[in-house]
């Protein structure tokens, strides 16, 4: 069994930039946050996405073993906000490694918050 220091790890990122196509397709959004919960090493149990209409945003969750993936998506401001919450030895970097590359924003700023 593998010790932590802290239970896990939360990282919160902005993307700024997206283009707006990428931030309004639900089903896109949400085969990227399971494929970069894969690529960290979480284990998925659920999704559930919503689609607030024509040309908004998206919001949604996949609920993993290892805790959490999120997003909000504002096409209108090119802008997602995403929440990657992961315990155990899932890697939430990796996560948002495969976020970046999917969604291609032109800047990011993230925090990442030990919890426990």
Do not use: K, Y
């Amino acid at each position: 069994m593998t010790v932590h220091a802290t239970p896990g790890r939360h990282v919160l990122a902005d993307f700024r930039g997206v283009p707006a196509t990428r931030l309004t397709d639900a089903a896109a959004l949400e085969a990227q946050l399971i494929g970069a919960a894969q690529a960290a090493g979480a284990h998925v149990l659920s999704a559930h996405f919503h689609h607030f209409g024509e040309g908004a945003g998206v919001t949604g969750v996949v609920m993993l073993s290892e805790s959490h993936i999120s997003i909000h998506s504002w096409p209108e401001h090119q802008f997602a906000a995403l929440d990657i919450f992961m315990c155990g030895t899932a890697q939430p970097e990796l996560a948002l490694a495969w976020l970046q590359d999917a969604l291609a924003p032109e800047s990011v700023h993230v925090t990442t918050v030990a919890r426990g």
